[in-house]
Each structure stands twice: as structure tokens, then as C-alpha cells.
């Protein structure tokens, strides 16, 4: 038999295409040795089959564990949602819903430091400490945010509402819209740098804009 010119590649694809072929020749699976994984010993071709079998099997166990975990993690978030969202609406008075809501998104998600300011308020809630003036500045640059900014603190001006400023080293800036559109600004900062990352998913934050917009716009004009 000429073998010259036979790759690897050829013996697989023959054997892939002659299924019959060991069948016809099982004293050749017996004999063969093959070098575990778990050590350099020689293992025949089912202790092989049967580690990767295992080997499979551990793969998909950790895999369940992780999904059972992100469940887990997912569902104590939806409960804290819900349990804040539930705080707004139970608030009656409106004027109160600013320190509600930041005071409740701090105990309920363990935010060291919050705060928020609103602007083009109803004259009924001018002078409040949540509608203290803001610069042109602060303003241009919530409009132009189309998600949460997450990122470190590089100077900005909302970072000055924060009880500690000095102390931030990480922060998320999520505006506040209603149908007329921006009318406000939450804050969310940590001594953590990697609390709020350039790069880490919006969605949560998202969903905390926009039903921190829908009931903050009761004090709009």
C-alpha cells in the first residue's frame, strides 16, 4: 500500500466516512493509548472517552451553578426594585419624592453616596435644595446622554451635590426625561473605582432613569 502523499487529515476523513471500519477491526480500540489529560500516564481510548465524558460533564454542572447563581443575583435585584419603586408610589407628597427616592436607591442598593438635582420645576417647588440651580453646562450635557454615563470622576460639576465629593472615585450619571425631555440629573458615586465602569452593562440603570423620570415629573411645570 502506498502511503506517500497520506496526511492526518486523510486517515480522519476516511475514518469519519467508514464507520464500519471498527467495527469490522475492534481489536484496534483496545489497543489504543492515548496520554490523559490529568497526568502524562497511557490511558486505552475508553478511559479517554470516559474522561471527556466527565470532563463534559463537570463543564455543564459548573455551567448550572453559574445560571442558578445569576438567577439568584437577578431575582434579589427585581425585589429591591421593587421595593424602591414601591416607596415612590406610596409617597404622597411630592416634594419628598427627591429625598425618597435617593435615600431608598442608597438603602436598597447599597449606593455609598446620591444625589440629584431637577430643573424647569413647578414655581410650588422652586428653592428646594433638589432644584438649586445648575449650570448651562450641566444641562447641554444631560441632554446629550443617550444612556448612563458610568466612568470615574473626572471633575464634574454634579459631583459637588455629593456629601463627600472628595471621596469619589467612581460614578454613574443617569438623566432624568418626561415627555417634554431632560429635567434632571441623578448621581451615583463610590470610593470604588471599578464601582462604575466604563464598560459595564446600562439596562439596570436605565430602568432606574426612567422610573425615577416618570415620578419625579410630578414637579415639573
Same mark, same amino acid.
Given at each position: 500500500?502506498?502511503?506517500?502523499?497520506?496526511?492526518?487529515?486523510?486517515?480522519?476523513?476516511?475514518?469519519?466516512?467508514?464507520?464500519?471500519?471498527?467495527?469490522? #477491526?475492534?481489536?484496534?480500540? !483496545?489497543?489504543?493509548?492515548?496520554?490523559?489529560? #490529568?497526568?502524562?500516564?497511557?490511558? !486505552?481510548?475508553?478511559?479517554?472517552?470516559?474522561?471527556?465524558?466527565?470532563?463534559?460533564?463537570?463543564?455543564?454542572?459548573?455551567?448550572?451553578?453559574?445560571?442558578?447563581?445569576?438567577?439568584?443575583?437577578?431575582?434579589?435585584?427585581?425585589?429591591?426594585?421593587?421595593?424602591?419603586?414601591?416607596?415612590?408610589?406610596?409617597?404622597?407628597?411630592?416634594?419628598?419624592?427627591?429625598?425618597?427616592?435617593?435615600?431608598?436607591?442608597? #438603602?436598597?442598593?447599597?449606593?455609598?453616596?446620591?444625589?440629584?438635582?431637577?430643573?424647569?420645576?413647578?414655581?410650588? #417647588?422652586?428653592?428646594?435644595?433638589?432644584?438649586?440651580?445648575? !449650570?448651562?453646562?450641566?444641562?447641554?450635557?444631560?441632554?446629550?446622554?443617550?444612556?448612563?454615563?458610568?466612568?470615574?470622576?473626572?471633575?464634574?460639576?454634579?459631583?459637588?451635590?455629593?456629601?463627600?465629593?472628595?471621596?469619589?472615585?467612581?460614578?454613574?450619571?443617569?438623566?432624568?426625561?418626561?415627555?417634554?425631555?431632560?429635567?434632571?440629573?441623578?448621581?451615583?458615586?463610590?470610593?470604588?473605582?471599578?464601582?462604575?465602569?466604563?464598560?459595564?452593562?446600562?439596562?439596570?440603570?436605565?430602568?432606574?432613569?426612567?422610573?425615577?423620570?416618570?415620578?419625579? !415629573?410630578?414637579?415639573?411645570?
Amino acid at each position: 500500500m502506498n502511503l506517500q502523499g497520506i496526511t492526518e487529515n486523510d486517515i480522519a476523513e476516511y475514518l469519519a466516512n467508514t464507520p464500519g471500519f471498527f467495527e469490522r #477491526h475492534a481489536e484496534l480500540l !483496545s489497543s489504543v493509548q492515548l496520554t490523559s489529560p #490529568h497526568g502524562q500516564r497511557a490511558v !486505552s481510548l475508553q478511559e479517554r472517552q470516559m474522561e471527556m465524558l466527565r470532563d463534559r460533564i463537570k463543564g455543564l454542572e459548573m455551567r448550572i451553578v453559574e445560571m442558578i447563581r445569576h438567577s439568584q443575583e437577578n431575582v434579589g435585584i427585581a425585589e429591591r426594585l421593587h421595593r424602591w419603586t414601591r416607596a415612590l408610589l406610596v409617597t404622597a407628597d411630592a416634594a419628598a419624592l427627591p429625598e425618597v427616592l435617593v435615600d431608598e436607591l442608597q #438603602h436598597q442598593f447599597m449606593i455609598p453616596q446620591a444625589a440629584l438635582r431637577l430643573w424647569n420645576v413647578a414655581p410650588a #417647588h422652586e428653592g428646594q435644595r433638589f432644584s438649586a440651580p445648575v !449650570s448651562d453646562d450641566v444641562k447641554s450635557f444631560t441632554d446629550s446622554l443617550s444612556q448612563p454615563y458610568c466612568g470615574v470622576n473626572a471633575g464634574f460639576e454634579s459631583v459637588g451635590w455629593l456629601p463627600e465629593p472628595s471621596a469619589i472615585a467612581s460614578l454613574a450619571l443617569i438623566p432624568l426625561r418626561n415627555a417634554a425631555g431632560s429635567f434632571g440629573l441623578l448621581i451615583l458615586g463610590s470610593p470604588d473605582p471599578t464601582r462604575y465602569s466604563a464598560d459595564m452593562g446600562t439596562e439596570f440603570l436605565v430602568r432606574i432613569g426612567d422610573t425615577a423620570g416618570a415620578a419625579l !415629573s410630578r414637579l415639573t411645570a
